[in-house]
């Protein structure tokens, strides 16, 4: 008797990690998209440098009201380009995630200045 129930409890043990597991890959699925909106700083280093970006997107949500959704650009190579965009409007192709805190972070794959607005 204290083998099967052993048994039933290591079965579901290793089952919950296996839907946790799941669960884990489910939020780290990423996919393609194209995205227009403004560079803009969310975070600089204890100096005043620039340490992070975002691009805010305007989205129209009824005919009075907008919102503003924010993707976190991930810092590689090619995201340091757009640190010289800084409230420039810019249309950009990436891989987005989100992850489990519902934040949305884009790596840049390409990206196009689409209006230059004066400073």
């Known amino acids: 008797m204290k083998n099967k129930r052993r048994a039933i ?27 227009t909106g403004t560079v803009v700083v969310i975070t600089f280093d204890k100096n ?6 975002a691009l805010s997107e305007q989205v129209q949500v009824d005919e009075d009201d ?8 991930v810092n590689d190579k090619k995201s340091k380009e757009l640190f010289r965009l800084i409230g420039k409007t810019v249309r950009i192709t990436g891989k ?24």
């Open 48 to 53: 005043g440098n620039v340490e992070q970006l």
């Open 9 to 35: 409890l290591a079965f579901g043990f290793f089952f919950s990690i296996l839907l946790l597991s799941g669960q884990v890959c489910a939020q780290e699925k990423s996919q393609e998209i194209t995205v």
């Open 66 to 73: 907008v919102m503003f959704v924010n993707y976190i650009i």
């Open 96 to 119: 987005l995630v989100i992850d489990k805190n519902d934040n949305r972070k884009l790596t840049v794959k390409e990206y196009k200045v689409v209006n230059s607005n004066p400073s």
